[in-house]
Nanobody, 122 residues
Framework: QMQLVESGGGLVQPGDSLRLSCAASKSTFSRYSVGWIRQAPGKEREFVAGMSWSAERTDYSDAVKGRFTISRDSAKNTVYLQMSSLKPEDTAVYYC???????????????WGQGTQVTVSS
């Protein structure tokens, strides 16, 4: 069973940057596709960013494209989400997810973390 643990969330001001981390419990994580999905209060979960296992394919939602960057460090079994120029509408619980298919996914990930809260407010 793969466990994913997010960290790095918090309260920031509009325009600030923040980096989320997601640490996996097994080295086989390096062969999994990964993604970040968020859920704002009263809204459905939405895809934010995803990456194939090889990192050859990445994609972002239109809402974050150009501001967020997904990356992974396979040696550390960790995936990151670098967020910049944060806006109040980025406020949400951010979930890390992984899938053994290895393919870039937009939903239906097999493993999920517990989530980390990001609040953007002045």
């Amino acid at each position: 069973q793969m466990q994913l643990v997010e960290s790095g969330g918090g309260l920031v001001q509009p325009g600030d940057s923040l980096r989320l981390s997601c640490a996996a419990s097994k080295s086989t994580f390096s062969r999994y596709s990964v993604g970040w999905i968020r859920q704002a209060p009263g809204k459905e979960r939405e895809f934010v960013a995803g990456m194939s296992w090889s990192a050859e394919r990445t994609d972002y939602s239109d809402a974050v494209k150009g501001r967020f960057t997904i990356s992974r460090d396979s040696a550390k079994n960790t995936v990151y989400l670098q967020m910049s120029s944060l806006k109040p509408e980025d406020t949400a619980v951010y979930y890390c997810a992984a899938d053994p298919s290895g393919e870039l996914r937009y939903s239906n990930y097999y493993y999920w973390g517990q989530g980390t809260q990001v609040t953007v407010s002045s």
